[in-house]
């Protein structure tokens, strides 16, 4: 739905495990300012590509940004772990495709002056060719200060003249000792039991 607000939780890159190369190149590119203004996560389902998508849109929306992480104690962090900031946008499809209207629908919203804004575009190989060109417009001229974070288990699906303006970063599936490590954090269950989960 468009502009549809997530479940809130506190995301930092501090809390995912695994991805040791997305971690340095994300973090490298916020550190010297060369963070592209729109951004391609790929990957296989489950490679964590939303958490890694949110934890980058809240960095980007954080009011301290302090070493390249979000501070999860200013006014931003907090409505972004709560579900409710103004700045964020989530786009998923409705029903087969992301449409045009859905991105109509938020187009007059990243031209408004002053603050930050990122939207979030979650399986963005189901858009439309018409909504793949309304992006396209907004992209060959975006808006200062207005970022998008793509998610997509299938980019050559996208318009290639889309992928070549994203700075894109591949997400590898976890190994077993991050599974097993993350089993341990998110539940309470001994280790071999988390260690035969992880398998």
Known sequence: MTGEKEWGSELSFELLLGQHELRRAITGALHDGSMSHAILLTG???????????????????????????????????RFSSGNHPDYYLLQPEGRNIKIEQIRALRSRFYLQGTT??????????????????????LEDPPSELYFILLSEQPRLLFSTIVSRCQRYHLHPMDTADLKALL?????MNPEKAAFLAR
């Open 44 to 78: 296989a389902p489950g490679s964590g590509k939303k958490s890694w998508g949110r934890a980058l849109a809240q960095v980007l929306l954080c009011s301290k940004n302090i070493a390249a992480e979000s501070c999860l104690q200013c006014d931003s962090c907090r």
């Open 117 to 138: 804004k990122v939207c979030m575009i979650e399986k963005a190989e189901m858009m439309t060719a018409e909504s793949c060109s309304s992006l396209l417009k907004i």
């Open 184 to 188: 341990l954090r998110e539940n309470e």
